[in-house]
């Protein structure tokens, strides 16, 4: 269904986010959604919409909208999120906490199967789905024998980066960093950084222009 | 110093992405930063940098760089960042302790004052800044006493529409969801999502783009 052509990664951003209004929709019970209704959705233009969508092939029906059943296949394809990812956790304090037991995470595949920290008060400390905190000490050779693909970062920023290299060490190429500081990488490894700073700076910016 | 023309959203979100490795690049001594610099730092392109900040007008010194502090001002002026925001937070286990203890919010302008819970167990706990959780049926008028401009929203999906309703009818017209659900909001009001979910998504992407 998919063209065979390269997909620009800002489409694939932009489309990312179209999955969870989407997911929304279908659970409300909706079949098929328009261009128009997608964009209200997601604040996007809806002409917007339709270019991204049309990299994807020629499954909307014009003049009535999308499959949302198909689209979402296509999109979780795309993504590569229609598969499990194994991943392991540095941090469990409240926002470490709050990851694993995220329920979005699970029903999308990616699955936390290990738990790290170096402070005393949280390791041995029994997590949902069975896992018990490990000292980060055994942070390698868990990571290694459990074949672990992403590396999220919870710690504070002191030991966020000491916390990467260890996930590096171990063979991981992607890690998703929540710790407010900025993390040195091999070139062959991937960071994600998430900063709850910049989504305050972007609604800041939008209030702004509203006032 | 900022060019008199209209600058296209998109700059305005990747700009606000240089904002925290410039910050860094500050503290650990740095005074000026060439493009390619930046780019790296940031994880872009150094031509898109280079086209990002012409948008900013011409103190960039050419050949050598930026200086990084009144780089960051400027950024700041766009992005409205250079004044204080009063925030009004709802929900506070985990995801909310660490937004109210999070650091760089307070650095950044973003100040909490006034926390809300339908939670018993939340109610009346005191938080960092001398905070104390109040019960979500007095949002609406503290809300308003305090002239709150922005509305976090940290508290399970169920509630979360529910909340966000009360915000807006006390007249806030931004709110930042951190809960896993699709808000509604009136056409006069800004909702953005953080979604952890798109982030994994996205570093998935790039992974198996690499693979």
Same mark, same amino acid.
Do not use: W
């Given at each position: 269904?998919?063209?065979?052509?390269?997909? &620009?990664?800002?489409?694939?951003? =932009?489309?990312?986010? #179209?999955? =969870?209004?989407? /997911?929304? #929709?279908?659970k409300s019970g909706g079949h098929v959604i328009s261009s128009d209704k997608l964009a209200e959705l997601c604040n996007v233009n809806p002409a917007? !919409? =339709?270019?991204?969508?049309?990299? %994807?092939?020629? %499954?909307g029906v014009r003049g009535v909208g999308y499959e949302v059943s /198909?689209?979402?296949? /296509?999109i979780k394809k795309i993504l590569a999120s229609d598969r499990e990812w194994q991943m392991g956790i540095a941090g469990l304090d409240d926002i470490g906490m709050a990851l694993v037991q995220h329920k979005n995470f699970l029903h999308r595949g990616y699955k936390f199967?290990?738990? %790290?920290?170096?402070?005393?008060?949280?390791?041995?400390?029994?997590? &949902?789905?069975?896992?018990v !905190?490990?000292?980060?000490?055994?942070?390698? /050779?868990?990571?290694?024998?459990?074949?672990?693909?992403?590396?999220?970062?919870?710690? &504070?920023?002191?030991i966020a980066q000491k916390t990467a290299d260890l996930f590096f060490d171990a063979g991981i190429l992607a890690v998703l960093n929540f710790s407010a500081t900025h993390l040195?990488? &091999?070139?062959?490894?991937?960071?994600?950084?998430?900063?709850?700073? %910049?989504?305050?700076?972007?609604?800041? #910016? =939008?209030?702004n222009k509203k006032k």
């Open positions: 269904m998919i063209k065979n052509i390269k997909i &620009p990664d800002v489409t694939i951003e =932009r489309v990312a986010l #179209y999955l =969870r209004p989407l /997911e929304d #929709y279908e917007q !919409v =339709r270019k991204d969508l049309s990299f %994807f092939g020629e %499954f /198909e689209l979402l296949i /296509e199967v290990a738990a %790290f920290d170096s402070n005393p008060r949280n390791i041995g400390k029994h997590l &949902p789905m069975g896992l !905190v490990q000292p980060l000490s055994k942070l390698k /050779e868990t990571a290694i024998d459990l074949s672990l693909e992403i590396g999220v970062i919870a710690t &504070p920023a002191s040195r990488k &091999p070139d062959c490894c991937l960071v994600q950084n998430v900063d709850f700073t %910049f989504n305050l700076d972007h609604l800041a #910016y =939008r209030l």
